[in-house]
Every structure is written in C-alpha cells, then in structure tokens.
C-alpha cells in the first residue's frame, strides 16, 4: 500500500522536514511578511506598436503600397495601415474604414512610417523626367521610361512640347485653344 501513501494526510512532508533557511525562520503558527517584489516596467508599453515599427525598420521590403500616398500593407500577413496623413492620424485599414491608434502609439509608430516613406517615395517632384527624342521619316518622337505617351512633331522642340502636354497639367494650362495636341499611346 505503499502506492497511496502519499495520499494520506499523515505522510504529508512538515516545515520541520524541508532543510530551508525559510523553514528554520519560521514556527507552527507563525506569519511571514515578505517585502513587495517590484515590478519591472521597463518593457514596452504599447507592443503591438513596437511590432509595427520594428517591422518597419528592420524589414522595409515586407511592406508595400496598397493604394500609393494612403495605405501601406504588410505583404506577408495583409495588415494595412493608413498612412496619408500625419495631422490626420494613423489607423489600422479594413478596407471599408479605419481604426486609429491612440496617439502614444502613433507616436512610436510615425517615425519608422516616416523613413519608410522617405525611402519609398512616391508621387510627383515637380520636374518632368529624362526624355528620349529620336527622329523617323521627317517626324521627331519623344517618349519616357515609365509613361505610357509619346509626342509626335515636326521638330524635337515639338515632340517635347506634344509629351509634355500629354503628362504635366500645367504644361495643358498654356494651351492654345486652337492648337491641336498629337499624342500616342506608347508601348511600355
């Protein structure tokens, strides 16, 4: 029977059985107060914020645009964050609206938001990119990498001006009513 001796109440082990300095401090009885064991909140507040801007930090090509200027995406899990606007906030994207973080945790967020925009900027600088500009049958051509537009004219100058008109809003401002503007789709 010795199988279900340790089931019995008279063979639980006493304070006087355990070799302890506790248990050589204390007697039948007797209460220990022991002294509070400070907690260590020196850990992240906001750890879902930490993630997010880690993420953003030490992977960059985990991240991608989701609609370009506005939402960012993380390409392996589909989380999307909204991004167009810091005065405006930022938030979690589900698609159809937007949930915003509080603003401690934008406030851990926005810096890694913000190097991971400057990397990957997108959007116009104002200039008009390089062109190329080559001549066939007495026609001159001016085509860009990336736009899908060619501008046909008599001269380069022409050519230019006709691309131009076709990319930039305000190269279309300063038409002439009665100018007629020959532009192309062009194969990417």
């Not at 089931?7 to 009885?29: I, K, N, Q, T, V």
């Not at 405006?88 to 945790?105: A, I, Q």
């Not at 001549?135 to 004219?153: E, F, K, L, N």
């Not at 990319?167 to 009665?178: E, F, G, L, T, Y």
Request: aromatic share 12%; hydrophobic share 40%; with cysteine.
């Amino acid at each position: 029977m010795k199988l279900f001796q340790w089931f019995r109440r008279s063979s639980a082990p006493s304070l006087a059985d355990c070799p302890s300095a506790l248990a050589d401090m204390l007697r039948p009885g007797d209460v220990l107060l022991m002294d509070p064991v400070p907690v260590d909140s020196s850990g992240p507040q906001y750890p879902e914020a930490e993630r997010i801007a880690a993420s953003l930090r030490d992977y960059p090509k985990d991240w991608a645009w989701k609609q370009k200027g506005y939402t960012i995406a993380h390409v392996p899990t589909g989380f999307a964050l909204w991004v167009g606007n810091k005065d405006y906030g930022l938030g979690e994207d589900h698609g159809s609206h937007r949930t915003d973080f509080p603003k401690p945790e934008q406030a851990i967020i926005w810096p890694a938001v913000e190097a991971w925009l400057e990397r990957f900027k997108v959007g116009f600088t104002g200039r008009l990119p390089k062109v190329n500009i080559t001549a066939r049958r007495g026609t001159y051509w001016c085509v860009a990498d990336g736009h899908p537009w060619a501008g046909a004219g008599s001269s380069p100058a022409d050519a230019y001006r006709a691309w131009s008109r076709a990319v930039s809003i305000q190269a279309r401002k300063d038409i002439n009513p009665k100018e007629y503007l020959h532009v192309w789709s062009a194969a990417l």
